[in-house]
Nanobody, 119 residues
Framework: QVQLVESGGGLVQVGGSLRLSCAASGRTFTTYHIGWFRQAPGKEREIVATIRSSGDGTAYAASVKGRFTISRDNAKNTVYLQMNSLKPEDTAVYVC????????????WGQGTQVTVSS
């Protein structure tokens, strides 16, 4: 089992950058594939980026590709989401989640961190 805690959200201007962190507790973090999701008010939750347990496979939503980078440091039990060239439509609560199978259900969820991009 793993517990996930996000940090790094905040208020940023259009074109700015933020780096979100997803810190995990538990000795089995290296076996978890991690995804970053976001949910804006009145909208459905969408997946933003994913990374495999070993860090050698990543994927991105079309809306963030080229602007966001997901990475992980298994020695620190942390996954990062570097967000550059932020747009107002990136405003949302960002949540990280973990699963043990690449194509399985995300079983473990953090509580989220708010990102607000002002124009």
């Amino acid at each position: 089992q793993v517990q996930l805690v996000e940090s790094g959200g905040g208020l940023v201007q259009v074109g700015g950058s933020l780096r979100l962190s997803c810190a995990a507790s538990g000795r089995t973090f290296t076996t978890y594939h991690i995804g970053w999701f976001r949910q804006a008010p009145g909208k459905e939750r969408e997946i933003v980026a994913t990374i495999r347990s070993s860090g050698d496979g990543t994927a991105y939503a079309a809306s963030v590709k080229g602007r966001f980078t997901i990475s992980r440091d298994n020695a620190k039990n942390t996954v990062y989401l570097q967000m550059n060239s932020l747009k107002p439509e990136d405003t949302a609560v960002y949540v990280c989640a973990g699963r043990t199978s690449v194509f399985g259900v995300y079983n473990y969820w953090g509580q989220g961190t708010q990102v607000t991009v002002s124009s």
